[in-house]
């Protein structure tokens, strides 16, 4: 819903994510996701703040939105 409902750029997005990232931390990240649907933010700032983290989603978001 944070996506405006496009079902091939959030695939795009989820697949670029998981990519950049080694699987526990993905497996992190989609709960963090998750737990988090609710809130205006995408992520708690705990896992955004990580330079991982918010490298692979500035990749995923000029691959699949740019």
């Keep these: ?11 795009c997005f989820v ?9 526990d931390m993905f497996a992190t990240v989609a709960q963090g996701a998750y737990d988090n649907r609710k809130m205006n933010g995408m992520l708690p700032e705990s896992l ?7 490298g692979a989603l500035a990749t995923a978001t000029h691959a699949c939105f740019a």
């Design 15 to 23: 697949d670029s994510v998981e990519k950049e990232l080694p699987p």
């Design 1 to 11: 819903t944070h996506m405006g409902g496009q079902k091939s750029k959030c695939a």
């Design 48 to 54: 955004m703040s990580q330079p991982d983290v918010s």
